[in-house]
């Protein structure tokens, strides 16, 4: 156990207490950590184990037996390609009007000389408690001629109000209002200001608006399944979910009929390999964003 120093560098000796309360600590991290990493490398190896054996239960951990089978037949079928695809453009055109949104209403209610922001962000965040419900949305959507198209899904959630606020708090405790002011005597206007000043100073935040927006549209299914109707426009999530429930609907009929056994196994091998493929850009995204996500999150528990 390393010593700690005090403030002046001088060494302060732990207590018994102290020491027993990092290693409870210690093995409660472990314990979280390894009940965290186990659904990720089991999924892992049973991409690559045998299908049966993973059925079987034989495979609890570490890849047995094996076999890339899933792997070739997510590669080999296009419509997996083409919601692979699907998804990047939903989620890079998605994720661009929402940082752009985000910061054009967060920038003007973080400026003290703005008259009635108080109302205006009582009205905004009115909305994350009330909505109009699926139904009226739906119309709506329907009305504006969005159906079947990506804009279906991506205008109606094209800005959140929680991101909002955690911009505008981002804006008023980190941005020295003294800087706004000396721009605005030297001519720069409230837009220059925003360009100039306030934007290259907010990079970590503006990293944790586009992972928080990105993971979102990465991960959406819901809206794609309410409003597409064609297969070519299909995210990945929803070709995913549909693999998930003919996997489930196939095991029930393979208890009875064992002419499908094979495309059961087939199934349960797609179904691990087409998660990996699904979720590895944001799990290789994640690590390099992770210091800007936490810090976001205590940014949004400050009070604004």
Known sequence: MKPAYGKEGIRVKESIQDRMTLIVIYILLSIILLLVLYPLIFVVSAS?????????????LFPK????IGYELVFANKEIWTGYANTLLYTLVGTA?????????????????FAGRNVITAYIVFTMFFSGGLIPTY???????????????????????????????FFQTSIPNEIQESASIDGCSNMQTLWRIVLPLSMPIIAVMILFYSV?????YFNALIYLNDRDKYP???FLREILIKSQVDQMAGSMDLSVQKHLMEAEAIKYAIVIVANLPVLLLYPFLQKYFVKGMMIGALKG
């Not at 690559?48 to 609890?60: F, N, Q």
């Not at 037996?65 to 890339?68: E, I, M, Y």
């Not at 979102?216 to 959406?220: I, Q």
């Open 97 to 113: 009007i929402n940082l752009v949104m985000t910061i054009f209403a967060a920038y003007p209610l973080s400026r003290k000389d």
């Open 48 to 60: 690559i184990s045998d299908p049966l054996t993973v059925s079987r239960g034989e495979m609890w």
């Open 65 to 68: 037996d094996l076999s890339f």
């Open 236 to 238: 990945l999530q929803l």
């Open 139 to 169: 119309l709506l959507v329907k009305n504006l001629g969005m159906i079947n198209t990506m804009w279906a899904l991506i205008i109606p959630g094209a800005v959140s109000v929680w991101n909002i606020i955690i911009m505008r708090t």
């Open 216 to 220: 979102g549209h990465w991960n959406s």
